[in-house]
Structure formats: structure tokens, C-alpha cells
């Protein structure tokens, strides 16, 4: 079911799209090489107990999961692109970070993510990195009252397939509210002026995610971890936006803390 926020809920909202952007502008500074994925999970378990917010993964148990995932962040590295599982590792020069974030604050959820690199950049790591926030941007453009749903999708793999990336739409945007994953689907393809009608008071999570030379996943024996199937590294960038009659609100904006 899809539902429809006043703009008083869409308010009640902003906490929690300031505390993920917070949350991730602050790991994104201090993982370095050499930063453990468990001491990343462990900051962000301690920021949410600061700031008395709820985490929308630790107790996530999906029918595919195997246990709750018992972490509060994905942290996907070089290859492993979605639902990254923390574990000990620490991170060598140039490997390629995805942190994905969500949680609840006042009983609203934001969910967010970012990729970058720690150390020593791979110019084909940045340029995979530059289209996936180019097609979060062109998704949160399309992201206007009286559009479609598939107009987000068909922005969204417009900048993928110009730069020469295939698309995997098994996972993709979802609506956000009360809960992490409600209704509707976003797609990461799609065909314009198709799909749900975009209406002011939908608010969704718009993520396009990219491998550099597959569209293939695979899924490691933590259960969680989604991997290339060619080795090839991926990138991912996630907001929560709010659709209004004045047009998108991004929820999870970073740029208030002086970062994109
Ligand atoms: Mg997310």
C-alpha cells in the first residue's frame, strides 16, 4: 500500500534525514585505510545511542536471511556492492567503501548511502562512482508532482547506459515512512510516464547501484553480502526524498554539514 505524508509528517521527517546524513558524512571522514569495517559499524552503533535513534537493521530478518543481520550498517567493499555485511576487515589502499544507513528517529525512518575511496583512487573507481551520484541526481530532477515512477527509472538508466553501464533491477528505490521498505518500487530501469503517479506526500528512497562490467550478483555464505559475479566493483548512492507540490525535498542532504 502506498501512502501519502502530510506536509506536517514530511516536517516530523527531517530529524531523521539530518541525523543519516550526519551519521554518514562522519564515517565517510574517518574511515581511512586501515579502518576496520567492525569499528565503522561500532561508531555508528554509538551515534545512534547518542542521539537516541532506532536502527532499521540490526533486528532486519527478511524470509531470505538466514539471522537478523545484527549490524546497523552495510559497509560493501570494492566487489560487494549491496548489503554489505561488517566483519573484520581492515581496509587496504584504494579499495572502493559503500556505506548504506537507515534509521528511525521519533518513528520516522531515513535510509541513505555513499561510495568513495579510501586511499589511492582507481580513475575507472571515481568515474563509477561520478554516474551513480549523477543518476541520483537526474532521479531526485524527475522527482516532481505529476510525474511517474518511471520517469525516475528512465532518468535514472539514461546516465548508466550513456556511460556504458548495465542495470540490475532486482533492487531498487522504495517508499519510506513508518518502516524502511514500503511501497512503491523505483526501479533502477524503466520506461517514462509509466507507473505509480507521483503525488506530493510520496516520499521514497531513490538508490541507483552500478557494476563496472556485469549486471550480475552473487551472494556470499554470510547470507547478506551481494558481490559481482565478474569480481568487476560497483557503487551506490542513495537519498530520501520527499515529492511536494514545490518539488522534491532530499531529506538525507548532506550539503547543511558543508559536504555533498
Ligand atoms: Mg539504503
Known sequence: MIELRTPSEIEAMRPAGRFV?????????DTKVGTNLLAID?????MIRKAGAESC???YHPSFGAS???????????????HGLPHDYALRDGDLVSLD?????????????????????????????DTTERALDAAIGAATAGARIGDISYAIAQ??????YSINTDFGGHGVG?????????????????????????????????????????TDPDGWTLRSVDGSRGAHAEHTVAITADGPIVLTDRSFLGVD
Open 101 to 129: 544507513f537507515a534509521v528511525s528517529v521519533d518513528g520516522w525512518v531515513a535510509d541513505s548511502a555513499v561510495s568513495f575511496v579510501v586511499g589511492t583512487p582507481r580513475d575507472e573507481d571515481l568515474a563509477l562512482i
Open 21 to 29: 546524513a550526519e551519521v554518514l558524512a562522519t564515517l565517510r571522514d
Open 159 to 164: 546516465v548508466a547506459h550513456a556511460d556504458g
Open 57 to 59: 537493521y540490526i533486528d
Open 178 to 218: 513508518r518502516v524502511m521498505h514500503g511501497d512503491p518500487h523505483v526501479p533502477n530501469d524503466g520506461k517514462p510516464n509509466r507507473g505509480y503517479p507521483l503525488r506530493p506526500g510520496l516520499v521514497v528512497a531513490l538508490e541507483p547501484w552500478f557494476l563496472q562490467t556485469t549486471d550480475e550478483l552473487v
Open 42 to 46: 561500532a561508531r555508528a552503533h554509538e
Open 68 to 82: 537478523p543481520f545484527g549490524k546497523v550498517i552495510c559497509t560493501s567493499i570494492n566487489d560487494a556492492v549491496l
